[in-house]
């Protein structure tokens, strides 16, 4: 089975945390402070979890969003915080954690967001495979 590869990036307190309870849980955790130091592991990795606010955020997660088989991205943010998160991330696919969360909230959150990247590269696969190979040629060949 492969190695689900998680990058946590961002200078908050809580990096630490969910770097043990992500690694206790059987993942490969990278953690990064800054966008910069986090865009060149970006490549393999299964999932992202950032801060939501953070400026930077948005730019990072365009840039995974713009990748062939992005990664999950996961954002955290404070209640009262999360209508401007919400606004300033809007146009980028990701999954909000609300502060304060449980252990098994986030272990859910990134299985869930794993379980999407893996249909996504499945499908990325699979178009390939379709535009290499050609589409069915008779009703047997049919996916």
Known sequence: MKCIRILIVGQSSEQPILREIL????????????IVESLPVLNGIDVVIA?????????????CWNMEAPPGLIAITDPWT???????????????LKRPFFRDELLCMVREAIRHVELVRNYVRLRQYVDV???????????
């Open 23 to 34: 690694c206790a849980a059987g993942f490969e955790v990278f953690a990064r402070q800054t």
């Open 51 to 63: 801060d939501a606010a953070v400026e930077s955020t948005k730019g990072l997660f365009e840039q």
């Open 82 to 96: 999360i209508s401007s998160a919400l606004q300033n991330l809007r146009d980028v696919p990701v999954t909000f």
């Open 133 to 143: 190979h050609g589409g069915p040629r008779s009703g047997r060949d049919r996916l």
